[in-house]
C-alpha cells in the first residue's frame, strides 16, 4: 500500500473514533444509564475493531502511523476526546 493511502485511511479511522468518541456526551444525556452503558459499551467494541482490523494492519507497514503511547479509548470518563491512534 503506499504511504499516502494508508495516512488517509489513518485519518479517516481516526476521525470516525474521534465522532464516536464526541457522541457520548450527548446520548449520555437523552438515555438511561443502563442504555447507556449498553451504548458505550458498543462504541469501545467498534474502536477496539477499528483499531485491531485497520490500524494494526497499517501500523504492520508503517509502524509510524500508530503511536507507542496508546491508551484505551473511550474506557474512562464519557468527556469526548481526541484519538490516538
Same mark, same amino acid.
Not at 50 to 62: G, S
Not at 77 to 85: G, H
Given at each position: 500500500?503506499?504511504r ?14 474521534d465522532?464516536?468518541?464526541?457522541? *457520548?456526551? @450527548?446520548?449520555?444525556? =437523552?438515555?438511561? $444509564?443502563?442504555?447507556f %452503558? ?7 467494541r467498534v ?14 507497514e508503517?509502524?509510524? *502511523?500508530? @503511536?507507542?503511547?496508546? =491508551?484505551?479509548? $473511550?474506557?474512562?470518563? %464519557? ?7
Amino acid at each position: 500500500m503506499e504511504r499516502k493511502l494508508a495516512e488517509q485511511i489513518v485519518a479517516l479511522v481516526n476521525a470516525h473514533i474521534d465522532q464516536l468518541i464526541a457522541s *457520548l456526551e @450527548p446520548v449520555e444525556a =437523552e438515555i438511561s $444509564a443502563e442504555e447507556f %452503558a449498553g451504548y458505550k459499551r458498543g462504541v469501545v467494541r467498534v474502536i477496539n475493531a477499528y483499531d485491531v482490523e485497520i490500524i494494526d494492519r497499517v501500523a504492520r507497514e508503517y509502524p509510524d *502511523l500508530k @503511536p507507542s503511547d496508546e =491508551e484505551p479509548a $473511550a474506557t474512562g470518563a %464519557a468527556e469526548p476526546q481526541t484519538s490516538r491512534n
